[in-house]
């Protein structure tokens, strides 16, 4: 289990913020949480900014959505590939 789907598996929303990330609810995080979110801070990071996908707009502006998990970035790559721009 990573250290995301662990916090993630206790209740909490994880989302990146920067170079950090954000918890809701934060007020309800223990210690052990907090030390356990201080000393895995960079492999949750990691693992959050691995989960942006590049999609595009109708149009074809690419946008940054994040995926949910591994297997959501997946599918958004597969139902929404680089458009082909021959014109």
Not at 18 to 23: L, V
Not at 37 to 61: D, F, M, Q, R
């Amino acid at each position: 289990m990573t250290a995301l789907s662990k916090i993630r598996d206790a209740g909490f929303d994880v989302e990146l913020n920067g170079d950090s990330f954000k918890i809701t609810p934060s007020s309800q995080l223990t210690e052990n949480q907090r030390d356990f979110l201080k000393s895995h801070k960079a492999e949750i990071i990691g693992e959050l900014k691995s989960l942006i996908v590049t999609c595009y707009t109708p149009n074809g502006e690419a946008i940054q959505i994040a995926a949910k998990d591994h297997e959501h970035a997946e599918w958004l790559k597969q139902m929404n590939p680089t458009p082909n721009r021959t014109q």
